[in-house]
């Protein structure tokens, strides 16, 4: 496909896509606004040289001076990670970002909408925003479930962030057809912990099935996203008991604050990090890393089947 002209691509992206060798897009509201400094800037870098190591070419997506950017200098990671005015960019603020000038963490949503404009197929990401608790009333749902609805992109994630309402989160996927498939598991992962309390219909075994799975939906010139289930390790999960103190702990006190719309989930983050004596956090990074390094072979096994050429180190 043709890499639209408003969005800014580096030239090692722009040549991997051209050559079909492997990439993976990457997120930035994890360095804007998910994790503390200076582990947000050290993550960002950790993750791209894990994808390098794996001779798979990174292209962190954000936005600097109302430029969309897919493929960041480190200069610009470092900018936005220790900037305090930058802004926490969706699809529906890319317009408005790139008008006024605004520097940014491109979300789940905006991140799988410019990598797919750069011709990246792969997205590898922590946990994915869904329907919020209480949503029957306040229609508080993340526009990541739009996007996933339609970028035909491929999504690894840890599920949705246990925050949210996971059942009625899954619903809303199986209406808007995206397909769900669990890695190495029927059982949908709840971000810190590795079991949500709901079931995934589809299982894989090996990044090879799920590079079958991207390319038969691209066979059938589907629009919607593959969504990747990759449960946290068992070792790195969080204790089952804590999870649930914590997570009721983080609900009250944003309902006590009145905290509501896009500062619901940083503000939630927030509190379980506070709660949790920094253990979240540990948490997160290892999910982090391990969703990176599995979006690095599906990638992998992506170039293959299109015969790409190896990534030059």
Avoid at 114 to 143: K, N, P, Q, W
Avoid at 149 to 173: F, M, Y
Avoid at 199 to 227: F, M, W, Y
Wanted: negative net charge; charged residues 20%.
């Amino acid at each position: 496909m043709a890499i639209s002209s408003a969005v800014s691509v580096s030239d090692e992206v722009r040549a991997a896509v051209a050559a079909r060798r492997p990439v993976v897009a990457l997120e930035t509201t994890i360095i804007t606004h998910g994790l503390p400094r200076p582990r947000n800037v050290t993550a960002a870098r950790d993750a791209e040289a894990l994808l390098r190591g794996a001779g798979v070419v990174p292209a962190t997506v954000g936005v600097v001076d109302g430029r969309p950017t897919v493929g960041l200098s480190s200069g610009e990671i470092d900018r936005l990670g220790a900037a305090d005015d930058v802004h926490k960019i969706g699809t529906r603020d890319l317009p408005v970002a790139m008008a006024q000038g605004w520097s940014g963490g491109t979300t789940v949503s905006a991140t799988a909408v410019l990598a797919h404009r750069a011709g990246v197929g792969v997205f590898a990401t922590g946990g994915l925003g869904g329907v919020h608790r209480g949503a029957a009333t306040t229609f508080d749902e993340s526009a990541d479930l739009v996007a996933l609805a339609g970028v035909p992109i491929l999504v690894v994630s840890a599920g949705v962030k246990s925050i949210l309402d996971v059942g009625a989160t899954l619903e809303r996927l199986e209406t808007l057809q995206v397909t769900v498939l669990g890695y190495r598991t029927t059982t949908f992962p709840g971000f810190y912990v590795r079991d949500s309390g709901f079931g995934i219909a589809d299982r894989v075994e090996t990044p090879g099935e799920v590079a079958a799975v991207v390319r038969a939906r691209d066979a059938l010139g589907l629009s919607s996203a593959v969504l990747l289930a990759h449960p946290v390790a068992e070792a790195d999960e969080l204790d089952d008991e804590l999870h649930r103190a914590v997570l009721d702990g983080a609900l009250a006190d944003a309902e006590a604050h009145g905290v509501r719309g896009k500062d619901t989930t940083p503000h939630l983050l927030d509190h379980l990090h506070r709660a949790s004596a920094g253990r979240s956090l540990e948490v997160n990074l290892a999910l982090y890393r391990a969703n990176v390094a599995l979006g690095g072979a599906v990638a992998r096994e992506l170039s293959a089947l299109d015969g790409g050429g190896e990534v030059r180190q």
